[in-house]
T-cell receptor
């Protein structure tokens, strides 16, 4: 039961450009959404989050947008840097238990 | 240590062998989660502890999987009679908040299990 979906397994962008990673969810009970970043051989690390009462949260180069009516969220990275190359997981939480998407591998080319 | 520590980092087991995976969460974190991440997939929830109490084990795929956290700190995930489909990275995560309260999880590096 895929409650959180990341339909793009990979994304490649040029350094300095915007990276947009997308995530869709099916469970309307989700009330908290997070993005995690994962480098090879490491555990996922928290990047940014958003509560369902908001539609935008910004932290430096990272902005998360939430569209509740469409059950869609996105992560924007601008400008993208080579160090941003990693796998990005979208996660959604209802009652605290997080469900994760399958991840999108972002490659930022110099 | 400052972060979540898991051991072993890599484990190769023969089919039918029992394995035990250890998680040492961040000191003082009340919540502890185990996730299973298959190749090319996101982490899938296995089980949740609040201190020493296992409040949810609905994600454990079979009765061959058993987890414990007897003193509310270190946790062990045990897999009996391993099968090839058990091959995955097993991630442990902890949080200072109770499940039901929003907040980020802090993940360990994972234990990669390969069953031959």
């Amino acid at each position: 039961d895929q409650q959180v979906k990341q339909n793009s397994p990979s994304l490649s962008v040029q350094e300095g450009r915007i990276s947009i990673l997308n995530c869709d969810y099916t469970n309307s009970m989700f009330d908290y959404f997070l993005w995690y970043k994962k480098y090879p051989a490491e555990g996922p690390t928290f990047l940014i989050s958003i509560s369902s009462i908001k539609d935008k949260n910004e932290d430096g180069r990272f902005t998360v947008f939430l569209n509740k009516s469409a059950k869609h969220l996105s992560l924007h990275i601008v400008p993208s840097q080579p160090g941003d190359s990693a796998v990005y997981f979208c996660a959604a939480s209802a009652s605290g238990y997080m469900r994760f998407g399958a991840g999108t591998r972002l490659t930022v080319k110099p | 240590g400052a972060g979540v520590s898991q051991s072993p980092r890599y484990k190769v087991a023969k089919r039918g062998q029992d394995v035990a995976l250890r998680c040492d969460p961040i000191s003082g974190h009340v919540s502890l989660f185990w996730y299973q991440q298959a190749l090319g997939q996101g982490p899938e929830f296995l089980t949740y502890f609040q201190n020493e109490a296992q409040l949810d084990k609905s994600g454990l795929p079979s009765d061959r999987f058993f987890a414990e956290r007897p003193e509310g700190s270190v946790s062990t995930l045990k897999i009996q009679r391993t099968q090839q489909e058990d091959s995955a990275v097993y991630l442990c995560a902890s949080s200072s908040r109770l499940a039901g309260n929003t907040g980020e999880l802090f993940f360990g590096e994972g234990s990669r299990l390969t069953v031959l």
